[in-house]
């Protein structure tokens, strides 16, 4: 990053020095608006250490501002669509867009890995979970930059699930809800005991036990780096490619990087989908062995 940082400013601005042009310097503040859109930055400031434990910044970030902005748009948008639905109006623009992911989420993915009766109770959860992520997903490729207007900043749209801390929280409440959907349904005691398979010779139970527990903190792992690998990497190769173009001050360089760049978003796209099902999935399969260890 600092590499493209020097060569989109040759004059320095990237390290304190006065940029050689004009045209240097606005390579410059281009390079630096596409990397700082990979990082976390505080939208407001207010030193927000509860209990005054010093360690525990709870600041307003901009990816915590963009998860506001995702739940918000959720909360409307289904409200809206609850309201035409209890007055009778089953149809419209809001129904057409929601109702297709609804029934699949529903229908292609809850309802036959955990059975109707157990997917009732659960799909609000999953339903919630799998429009969050694509919601946090799609707002980093809508190009809002920060800006400012009378004195208000405005940080921007960012992809808050391009957060190791974002993706964490997610994957950790697929895994609360993992040990206490799982204690609740087989009970406290038969819960961690089942996480050993029956029939297993019992000089074994204290090599398998930690094993297993173990393994469920895995899956709440590899939740968390698929879902923040994929979404941060598709970002990095855009701007790597934008950066070709004031590396090299080719005009033959920019129709190339221009086109893999946009080849790059349209896969944003879709990877955007697709990390918000895959991360569904991956929930109901956890989840489901932890209310049904038989299975």
């Known amino acids: 990053m600092a590499q493209l940082l020097y060569a989109a400013d040759p004059g320095g601005a990237a390290h304190g020095a006065a940029p050689a042009g004009e045209a240097a310097h606005g390579a410059g503040e281009i390079m630096r608006e596409l990397i700082e859109h990979t990082f976390d930055t505080y939208v407001l400031k207010i030193d927000w250490r509860p209990f005054g434990l010093q360690w525990l910044?709870?600041?307003?970030?901009?990816?915590v501002f963009n998860m506001w902005i995702a739940?918000?748009?959720?909360?409307?948008l289904f409200r809206i669509l609850s309201s035409k639905q209890s007055g009778g109006n089953l149809r419209g623009r809001y129904l057409n867009f929601l109702e297709p992911f609804v029934i699949y989420v529903r229908s292609q993915m809850v309802y036959p890995i955990m059975g109707e009766s157990n997917g009732r109770r659960y799909l609000p959860f999953f339903l919630t979970q799998f429009f969050f992520v694509l919601f946090c997903n799609l707002m980093g490729l809508i190009p809002i930059p920060?800006?400012?207007?009378g004195g208000i900043e405005f940080p921007g749209l960012a992809t808050a699930t391009s957060n190791m801390a974002v993706c964490a929280a997610l994957s950790g409440i697929t895994l609360l809800t993992i040990f206490f959907m799982g204690m609740l349904e087989q009970g406290p005691l038969k819960f961690w005991k089942?996480?050993?398979?029956?029939?297993v010779p019992?000089?074994?139970?204290?090599?398998l036990f930690p094993i297993e527990v173990i393994g469920?903190?895995?899956?709440?792992?590899?939740?968390?780096?698929?879902l923040f690998a994929n979404m941060t990497a598709g970002h990095i190769v855009i701007y790597t490619f934008i950066g070709l173009i004031f590396i090299f001050h080719s005009l033959f360089v920019a129709p190339a990087s221009i086109a893999f760049a946009l080849f790059i978003y349209m896969l944003e796209l879709f990877v955007a989908f697709l990390q918000a099902f895959i991360f569904t999935l991956l929930s109901i399969i956890f989840i489901n062995m932890a209310i049904h260890p038989e299975h």
């Not at 910044?57 to 990816?63: G, K």
């Not at 739940?71 to 409307?76: E, G, M, P, T, V």
């Not at 019992?202 to 090599?207: Q, S």
């Open 71 to 76: 739940a918000a748009l959720i909360f409307i």
């Open 202 to 207: 019992v000089a074994l139970i204290p090599l």
């Open 146 to 149: 920060h800006f400012g207007i």
């Open 194 to 199: 089942n996480l050993v398979p029956s029939g």
């Open 216 to 226: 469920i903190f895995i899956k709440g792992f590899a939740l968390t780096i698929r």
């Open 57 to 63: 910044d709870l600041s307003i970030t901009r990816a």
